[in-house]
């Protein structure tokens, strides 16, 4: 049999079976124990059914992973939707641009969802897409409170695992509702499974929106940014930097104090938003000051 690993917790594993529609509470066979090698969330597993009543069973294979990430710790993630609000709370940029570094390290690719827009003003979205598509970025404005937009959100996570992010009070689990709402699965047998008194902590979940695409929420948005790698990497996360990395005078230029540099040309004729260079130069001090404590 196989499925899809949609939560782990205290060494349990619920594994999502699509031709049941339903979830099979695994253990993983100790030989992955031996070989340390632990089961994620948005594992494709092989597994053996213990008991069909009960929907127990042992995980025997996991699958090829096309892509892990590490913090959350997932597998086989294509997209990353992150949702911020346009406004009720405004955009906190530091922080998207940060994320937005997260993803690029790791090569997933990234849709903006600007919640909110029945509030917003036509001023404020143009700003957003100003700001983000010149950036490179695919942008959807959706309002949860009136389902507007919500079809295009889910044909962007149509055949994909998603995971998606943002911080709190931006209309996240809104949105995320909506697009459960026409869900024909057994979801309300699934989550009976799931949420049994034992096993209720805080974690990551895989939520099924139809039968070949899956979201993720992820807990801890705030604490998704790590600046463990080195500064001069630092300008390849930024894709509106791209084109112009071989015009600058100086080979290996980091877009900060070197003469003849072509993107902050770019950045005074108003090709590179000032709101992201000027995020990538605090994130770039950062990185700076943490290499010097270092020596």
């Given at each position: ?46 597994y053996e059914i213990l008991d069909l009543e009960e929907k ?12 892990e990430l590490i913090r959350p710790a997932v597998a086989n ?74 079809e295009e959100v889910r044909a962007v996570l149509k055949g ?136």
């Amino acid at each position: 049999m196989q499925g899809r690993i949609i939560k782990g917790i205290a060494g349990f594993y619920y594994v999502y079976d699509v031709v049941e529609s339903s979830v099979y509470e695994c253990k993983a066979k100790g030989a992955f124990r031996k070989e340390k090698i632990k089961p994620l969330v948005g594992d494709l597993v092989e597994y053996e059914i213990l008991d069909l009543e009960e929907k127990t069973g042992n995980i025997i294979d996991i699958l090829p992973r096309k892509s892990e990430l590490i913090r959350p710790a997932v597998a086989n993630i294509d997209q990353a939707l992150v949702v911020f609000a346009i406004t009720k709370p405004k955009p906190h940029f530091n922080l998207l641009d940060r994320f937005l570094v997260m993803m690029e390290r790791q090569e997933i690719p990234v849709v903006i969802c600007f919640n909110k827009e029945d509030i917003a003003s036509d001023d404020e979205m143009k700003k957003l897409r100003g700001i983000y598509e010149a950036s490179g970025y695919q942008v959807i404005f959706t309002s949860a409170a009136q389902r507007k937009n919500i079809e295009e959100v889910r044909a962007v996570l149509k055949g994909k695992l998603t995971t998606v992010a943002g911080p709190s009070g931006v209309g996240k689990s809104s949105l995320i509702n909506c697009l459960q709402e026409n869900v024909n699965m057994e979801t309300g047998s699934i989550s009976q499974k799931i949420e049994r008194g034992k096993h209720t902590t805080r974690h990551s979940e895989l939520i099924p929106v139809d039968e070949d695409s899956y979201i993720m929420d992820t807990p801890g948005f705030s604490s998704l940014y790590t600046n463990d790698f080195e500064k001069e990497e630092l300008k390849y996360y930024f894709p509106e930097f791209d084109k112009y990395l071989n015009q600058c005078r100086f080979q290996g230029c980091n877009h900060v104090n070197e003469p003849g540099c072509a993107v902050k040309e770019a950045l005074k004729n108003g090709a590179i938003h000032k709101v992201r260079y000027e995020n990538y130069l605090e994130m770039y001090k950062e990185l700076e000051q943490k290499e010097k404590k270092r020596y």
